[in-house]
């Protein structure tokens, strides 16, 4: 825990320190933040998406285990259309 603080005090006298010495350090700072939590959310929304898919794909396995071979095929191709 020790290390963990001294290393956060650290980071925290070194933003200091740059917007300081250089003041548009922070606008470019605020901006990567900006950037960060936009591409956050998009990664977020894709990743739930890309669950849903996987369980559907998970569902239809489950169900072409249960029926014979044309069931399967019929069911696979209701839905994809």
């Known amino acids: 825990m020790e290390h963990f603080i001294r290393t956060a005090l650290l980071c925290v006298a070194t933003v200091i320190v740059n917007t300081v010495i250089t003041p548009y350090f922070i606008i470019a700072a605020f901006i990567i933040l900006l950037a960060f939590v936009y591409l ?42």
């Open 40 to 81: 956050q959310r998009i990664v977020r929304s894709s990743y739930r998406s890309v669950c849903d898919t996987s369980d559907i794909a998970h569902s239809l396995g489950e169900v072409a285990k249960s029926k014979g071979l044309a069931e399967r095929v019929k069911s696979v191709v209701q839905f994809t259309l």
